[in-house]
T-cell receptor, first 114, second 110 residues
Framework: DAGITQSPRHKVTETGTPVTLRCHQTENHRYMYWYRQDPGHGLRLIHYSYGVKDTDKGEVSDGYSVSRSKTEDFLLTLESATSSQTSVYFC?????????????FGSGTQLSVL | QKEVEQNSGPLSVPEGAIASLNCTYSDRVSQSFFWYRQYSGKSPELIMSIYSNGDKEDGRFTAQLNKASQYVSLLIRDSQPSDSATYLCAVRGRDDKIIFGKGTRLHILP
């Protein structure tokens, strides 16, 4: 399995507090993605990165920011958490030399905002 | 309107029959198309990727792409109970975004 590690695996926080989720990869993949998954909505793209310091918005980026200062790490920050951001967050990576363009997913982070 | 549309199901198929899953997408310049399978409580995993019009077969799975109709499908032959899962269609555009549909829940009836 690809080395994609998300931390923390579970987090409970209060409305209005900042939260940072970390995605760490050991595959030297160029592309990294943050998704959230909610019942009835499938996976929705929050932000993605196509290289160090290169990021772009996805479908549901409001209230989220990201940073990628090195290849291995992609951080997702909820600047002021709201209850609507309670979700399962998945990080995924993709190499740029894979003919199948496969996304490798982390195990997910369950975030509860009370 | 979401860029990638799927029927949410559930789709119930008898064991041994063919399961047919469908997906449409809105961005005509989309480059690559994928089917992922996700078991409850687990991460998605890639089943098939397809890039050109026509059929692509891998074991019991066949992906079909029709770019003119902006339509992707997945056929699962000889369906097994272990195929019961949510199937996610995904599309990559020229900007490297990978957008998923809402997923179709598939239930194989023993």
């Amino acid at each position: 399995d690809a080395g994609i590690t998300q931390s923390p695996r579970h987090k409970v926080t209060e409305t209005g507090t900042p939260v940072t989720l970390r995605c760490h990869q050991t595959e030297n993949h160029r592309y990294m993605y943050w998704y959230r998954q909610d019942p009835g909505h499938g996976l929705r793209l929050i932000h993605y990165s196509y290289g160090v310091k290169d990021t772009d918005k996805g479908e549901v980026s409001d209230g989220y920011s990201v940073s990628r200062s090195k290849t291995e790490d992609f951080l997702l920050t909820l600047e002021s958490a709201t209850s609507s951001q309670t979700s399962v967050y998945f990080c995924a990576t993709r190499g740029d030399r894979d003919v199948h363009e496969k996304l490798f997913f982390g195990s997910g982070t369950q975030l509860s905002v009370l | 309107q979401k860029e990638v549309e799927q029927n949410s199901g559930p789709l119930s198929v008898p064991e041994g029959a063919i399961a047919s899953l469908n997906c449409t997408y809105s961005d005509r310049v989309s480059q690559s198309f994928f089917w992922y399978r996700q078991y409850s409580g687990k991460s998605p995993e890639l089943i098939m990727s397809i890039y050109s019009n026509g059929d692509k077969e891998d074991g019991r799975f066949t992906a079909q792409l029709n770019k003119a109709s902006q339509y992707v499908s997945l056929l699962i032959r000889d369906s097994q109970p272990s195929d019961s899962a949510t199937y996610l269609c995904a599309v990559r555009g020229r900007d490297d975004k990978i957008i998923f549909g809402k997923g179709t829940r598939l239930h194989i009836l023993p």
